[in-house]
């Protein structure tokens, strides 16, 4: 089953951007990128539950710049 993610820049900083690079470098997802949203399909249970982990230690501040946005 594959599962949704999308992460949205709450604004349009450096910081979002270096987070979301270095989110994907780590983690290997490629994401289809909507505006200020990034759709990341996941097909693993496991790396969803890593998502949040993963950003804290990019930077513990992530939540700052980016958000979580339901799909809609």
């Known amino acids: 089953m ?3 993610v999308i992460l949205h820049a709450l604004d349009s900083s450096a ?3 270096r987070i979301i690079e ?3 470098q780590r ?4 994401a289809d990128v ?3 949203d990034r759709y990341y399909e ?4 496991d790396h969803r539950e890593r998502i ?3 950003l ?6 992530w939540t700052d710049h980016l958000g979580f946005k339901l799909p809609g």
């Open 15 to 17: 910081d979002a951007d």
């Open 42 to 45: 996941l097909h693993d249970e």
């Open 34 to 36: 909507r505006g200020d």
């Open 52 to 54: 949040v982990h993963t």
């Open 27 to 30: 983690t290997g997802l490629t």
């Open 22 to 24: 270095t989110f994907e």
């Open 56 to 61: 804290t230690e990019i930077d513990p501040g």
């Open 2 to 4: 594959t599962h949704l």
